[in-house]
C-alpha cells in the first residue's frame, strides 16, 4: 500500500521501527515483539538498513518475510553509500517482486573504521540522487502502482550534524521533496519546540509532505549517553534529566521516566495537530505497547481502539 493511503485520514497513524537481528536469538525476541505489536494497528514498520549496507541482506530478508507472515506493512531503508546504479536496481526489483510499496531513501552512514569517506565517488553522492532514481526507477519499469514507490526522507529537527548552516539544511531537505519524496521522518528529539520550529520552517521553505515525528523513550541511563554519543548529539532537556537523576541506579524508574516523558511528548504532539508519531522500538515491545496504552490508542489487552482527531 502506497504511503499516502497509509496516511490518508484525520486519525492519528502510528508507526514502529525495528532493526535486522544478527543472531537467530534476536530474530526470534524481534517476532516475539512483532507479535505483541499488530494488534496496535501501526500504519506501517519501517526496517533500517546498516552503515555502508552492512546488513543489506539481513533488510532484504526482514521485510520479505514482515511481508508475507504478516499483516503489517514495511518499510526498509535505502542508504547511497556504496551502491551502483545496478545494485540499487536489483533491490527495487525484489522489492516490487515482494509487494513492497514504499523505501526510505537515506544518505546513510560510512562504513566503520573508513576515515574521510568521499560521497562524491558513490553513484549517489546525496539522497536526493537516490530520491530521483527510485522515482524514475518506478516510471521505467511500470511499478505495480501507477503512483511508483511511495518513497520517504529523514530530516533533523534539533539540526543536521553534517550542516550547521541552517539555511542550507533546508535547502537539501528541499532538494529531497523536489527530487520526488512524499514524506519526511524525523530523527528522535526530546523538545517539542524543536519539531514545531522545524515544522514551521518547512512551511515558509515551501515543504507541504506529511512530516512524522519520531519518539525515542529513554530506556537507560547507558542508552541516554549513547544517544548523546551520537553525529551530532541530541539535546535533552534538563527537566529530563532531572527526572532520571532522581531514578539514581534504578533501571526500572529510569525505564518508567523513559516511558512517561515519550508520553508526554505524543500526547503534546497530537494535542498540536501533529497526526503521524514514529517509535523507535530498539526491537522490543513493551515500551511502545505502554505509551500507546498511556495515549488511549489500545485497550489493556493490546487491541486497537479507534482514536479521533
Known amino acids: 500500500m502506497h504511503i499516502h493511503d497509509l496516511l490518508a485520514g484525520e486519525e ?16 526470534q525476541a524481534l517476532f516475539a515483539s512483532i507479535s505483541e505489536l499488530q494488534s496496535c494497528l501501526p500504519s506501517f514498520v519501517s526496517v533500517t ?5 552492512s546488513t543489506r541482506s539481513q533488510t532484504h530478508d526482514l521485510v520479505a ?11 526498509p531503508h535505502l542508504t547511497c553509500i556504496g ?26 552512514d560510512a ?15 546525496h539522497a536526493a540522487d537516490l530520491v530521483k532514481f527510485i522515482r524514475r526507477f518506478g516510471e521505467r519499469h511500470g511499478h505495480s502502482d501507477p503512483r511508483g514507490f511511495g518513497i520517504g526522507v529523514a530530516a533533523f529537527p534539533e539540526g543536521h550534524p553534517a550542516t550547521p548552516n541552517r539555511f542550507l539544511e533546508m535547502d537539501h531537505l528541499k532538494a529531497k521533496i523536489d527530487a520526488g519524496a512524499d514524506y519526511i521522518c524525523t530523527q528522535m528529539f526530546f523538545d517539542n519546540r524543536d519539531f ?16 512524522i515525528a519520531g519518539i525515542m523513550p529513554v530506556s537507560s541511563v547507558s542508552g541516554l549517553h549513547r544517544m548523546a554519543g551520537l553525529a551530532g548529539g541530541c539535546r535533552f532537556p534538563a527537566k529530563l534529566l532531572k527526572a532520571l537523576q532522581r531514578a539514581g541506579d534504578d533501571p526500572d524508574r529510569v525505564r518508567r521516566i523513559g516511558i512517561h516523558y ?3 511528548q505524543c500526547s503534546d504532539l497530537l494535542q498540536h495537530g501533529v497526526r503521524n508519531l514514529h517509535l523507535y ?4 515491545s513493551a515500551a511502545s505497547r505502554e505509551i500507546l496504552l498511556n495515549l488511549g490508542v489500545i485497550h489493556r489487552d493490546g487491541t486497537h481502539c479507534r482514536m479521533t482527531a
Open 12 to 27: 492519528p497513524k502510528f508507526s514502529f521501527e525495528f532493526f535486522p537481528p544478527k543472531t537467530e536469538a534476536g530474530t
Open 111 to 125: 562504513p566503520a573504521g573508513a576515515m574521510n569517506y568521499e560521497h562524491r565517488n558513490d553513484a549517489f553522492p
Open 262 to 264: 515519550a508520553t508526554e
Open 281 to 284: 522500538t530498539l526491537n522490543q
Open 196 to 211: 514545531y520550529d522545524f515544522k514551521a520552517r518547512c512551511e515558509l521553505a515551501g515543504i507541504h509532505v506529511p512530516i
Open 49 to 53: 538498513y546498516g552503515a555502508g549496507g
Open 83 to 108: 551502491h551502483t546504479e545496478r545494485e540499487v536496481s536489483q533491490i527495487l526489483e525484489r522489492y516490487t517482486a515482494a509487494g513492497v510499496g514504499n523505501i526510505l531513501a537515506l544518505r546513510g
Open 65 to 75: 518475510r514482515l511481508r508475507k507472515e504478516t499483516g503489517l506493512n514495511p518499510v
